[in-house]
């Protein structure tokens, strides 16, 4: 099998490692710099997409941003999984909520802004405090506001009208702030015949609007509530291939924040977690292949590497730590690898933790010390 990654970051890499065992050769495609790369070596492999289309035996992405000519192309094939209705959706909070409201999946109370006057029947509307966030390009908490006081409309409405007008299309989605406990993550499969597996909900920490640790948790009520959620999503868009839904926990009830129609950085922990890791299961469904096992075979936190380009040997030399690089050059908050952290109990696992916490540096990972804080 011969599969076309749309990206070629480390989403597509992480992928092309897991192919490779199953005889599913990767190719990936720079958006940016137009041409099909080795997913590993970033060596060019081919500078005509056309001919790289033909060749694919599937073509499937590694993010939702991609330029909608790029995807009519794919979808032109009829090699093109997930679907084209999902990448948008992920890529547009408006499809993004008018999906999830269709599926009847319970998220924040939203209004769409294009003017001051939508602005002030947002505000009517959801109430303050909200979180204001662009429809199209946001990542990482990038492209978001807050705005807690009246006194600040004037201020937030100046930068987020000069976001409008900066790019065709685009719109600001009003939210109401949710008082979360905490924030989890389900990433599950559908395969070509409609049949859901999902991991092990993960609970996730970011750090100024960035991923920054997700352990694997074992929740029965909220794992249900999540995977009723996940197959109203996955089913409505006949979905194939691997989805992710970031979710609020309010008081045991899950409201989902967002929708990534790929896999996901909160789902890096199953490479060593989980019996068949995510992008393994990506490849199988867009394959046609059986999904692999989701059980999760041994506690696991996920720690991302952000802005770092080396790391203490000792991490190496210890047990149960795995850690994956991107190959990408250093640049301050790029996610540049990560850090599977295996244990054979929870108890163990919050112990090594807090034992990494003493060899890692306090400000490029302050989540393990507020983890470690917290357990020790
Ligand atoms: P990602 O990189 O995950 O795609 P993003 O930039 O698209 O992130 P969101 O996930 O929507 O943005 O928001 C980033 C973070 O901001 C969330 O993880 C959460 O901590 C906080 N946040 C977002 N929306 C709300 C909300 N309505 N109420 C409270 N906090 C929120
Ligand atoms: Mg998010």
Redesign the pocket.
Known sequence: MNVLVLGAGQLARMMSLAGAPLNIETNAFDVISQKVVHPLTQSVVNNDLEDAISRADVITAEFEHIPHDILTLCEKSGKFLPNTDAIKAGGDRRLEKTLLDSANVKN?KHYVIHTRQDFDEAIQYVGLPM?L?SALG???????WRLKSMDDVDAVWCEMDQCIQASSGQAIVA????P?DR?VSLVGARGKNGEVVVYPLAE?I?VN???SLSTAIEDRALQAQAKEMFTAVANSLNYTGVLAL?F?DVKGTLLV??I?PRVHNSGHWTQQGAETCQFENHLRAVCGLPLGSTTLIRPTCMINILGEDTLPDTILSTEGCHVHWYGKTKRPGRKMGHINVCAKSTSELQHLMCSLAEILDKNAYPAIHEYANKWQ
């Not at 946001?138 to 978001?144: A, I």
């Open positions: 924040a979180v966030k946001g990542y990482d908490g990038k492209g978001q939210e109401e702030f949710v979360f924030e996730n970011h609007g960035v991923l970031e609020f924040n967002e990534a």
